[in-house]
């Protein structure tokens, strides 16, 4: 038997999944996937994140509001948030952080409302689960100084420099790769994961998106996992147990899981 694996990022609320849900979650400790941490990108989809980890002995969560969607967040909301933070199978906070590809809202609301989730973070003890897309230096510079070494965490679906890895790494956090590490011409994201530490990497699928090669546009679930396994161990040059047993591990570590 393979080491189970860990899906550290998984959209499991998304529609995409409304006509076999039950089935595929249901099935995956059958076929390796261990645990599923479904994570938070609105109030909504915090909301179907506690009713999964409820249902699911093997679903775990995060409640966040994504940057894209932070116009939807007032003191009301952010009330019901921190209350949501409390359940007991929410692991971390998230997904938040700035988004300047689609860069919408207006960035002082994305910041104001990062910041906001990263105190809430802090004063729950929990985790935080970055999304950050174009925004790699005001990211960086929220984190430093709202002192995010403290808090700990994961930057999810990582597409920066190498050079940037190391500003996050040295700030304590995770790097989450997931399909895009397989694509043929995704070569940053290649050389991050050859530099990053293998007790620094956890596996994540980010769907129903980012399905590995060979699926490639096709939609994405925790099942397509061992492709992501293989092409780290590949760029590694070490064995895919290696990439299974230490991905397991740090995912554990991150989210404070026994
Ligand atoms: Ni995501």
Same mark, same amino acid.
């Given at each position: 038997?393979?080491?189970?694996?860990?899906?550290?990022?998984?959209?499991?609320?998304?529609?995409?999944?409304?006509?076999?849900?039950?089935?595929?979650?249901?099935?995956?400790? &059958?076929?390796? %996937? *261990? $645990?599923?941490? #479904?994570? !938070?990108?609105? /109030?909504?989809?915090?909301?179907?994140?506690? =009713?999964?980890?409820?249902?699911?002995?093997?679903?775990?969560?995060?409640?966040?509001?994504?940057?894209?969607?932070?116009?939807?967040?007032?003191?009301?909301?952010?009330?019901?948030?921190?209350?949501?933070?409390?359940?007991?199978?929410?692991?971390?906070?998230?997904?938040?952080?700035?988004?300047?590809?689609?860069?919408?809202?207006?960035?002082?609301?994305?910041?104001?409302?990062? &910041?906001?989730? %990263? *105190? $809430?973070?802090? #004063?729950? !003890?929990?985790? /935080?689960?970055?999304?950050?897309?174009?925004? =790699?230096?005001?990211?960086?510079?929220?984190?430093?100084?709202?002192?995010?070494?403290?808090?700990?965490?994961?930057?999810?679906?990582?597409?920066?420099?190498?050079?940037?890895?190391?500003?996050?790494?040295?700030?304590?956090?995770?790097?989450?790769?997931?399909?895009?590490?397989?694509?043929?011409?995704?070569?940053?994201?290649?050389?991050?994961?050859?530099?990053?530490?293998?007790?620094?990497?956890?596996? *994540?699928?980010?769907?129903?998106?980012?399905?590995?090669?060979?699926?490639?546009?096709?939609?994405?679930?925790?099942?397509?996992?061992?492709?992501?396994?293989?092409?780290?161990?590949?760029?590694?040059?070490?064995?895919?147990?290696?990439?299974?047993?230490?991905?397991?591990?740090?995912?554990?570590?991150?989210?404070?899981?026994?």
């Amino acid at each position: 038997m393979e080491y189970p694996i860990i899906d550290t990022h998984a959209h499991y609320d998304d529609e995409q999944f409304d006509k076999d849900r039950e089935k595929l979650l249901t099935i995956l400790p &059958e076929v390796g %996937i *261990e $645990l599923v941490v #479904n994570v !938070g990108a609105s /109030i909504e989809s915090s909301k179907t994140t506690i =009713a999964l980890t409820k249902k699911y002995p093997h679903v775990y969560g995060a409640v966040g509001v994504h940057p894209s969607n932070t116009e939807e967040l007032n003191e009301e909301n952010f009330q019901w948030l921190s209350q949501a933070a409390r359940q007991e199978k929410i692991v971390a906070v998230g997904e938040i952080g700035l988004d300047y590809y689609y860069d919408e809202p207006d960035r002082q609301i994305q910041k104001k409302w990062f &910041e906001r989730q %990263i *105190e $809430l973070a802090e #004063n729950m !003890g929990l985790p /935080i689960i970055i999304h950050s897309r174009e925004a =790699a230096r005001d990211t960086y510079e929220i984190m430093k100084a709202n002192h995010c070494e403290n808090i700990g965490g994961v930057v999810h679906c990582f597409s920066y420099s190498v050079e940037m890895a190391k500003l996050f790494l040295d700030m304590g956090f995770y790097l989450g790769l997931g399909g895009v590490v397989t694509f043929k011409n995704a070569k940053t994201v290649k050389e991050v994961a050859s530099y990053v530490p293998l007790d620094r990497i956890v596996l *994540e699928t980010d769907c129903p998106y980012l399905s590995p090669v060979p699926y490639r546009g096709k939609r994405n679930s925790s099942m397509n996992l061992p492709y992501v396994i293989e092409t780290i161990a590949q760029i590694k040059e070490i064995t895919e147990e290696e990439v299974r047993r230490a991905t397991n591990e740090n995912a554990r570590k991150l989210y404070r899981l026994t």
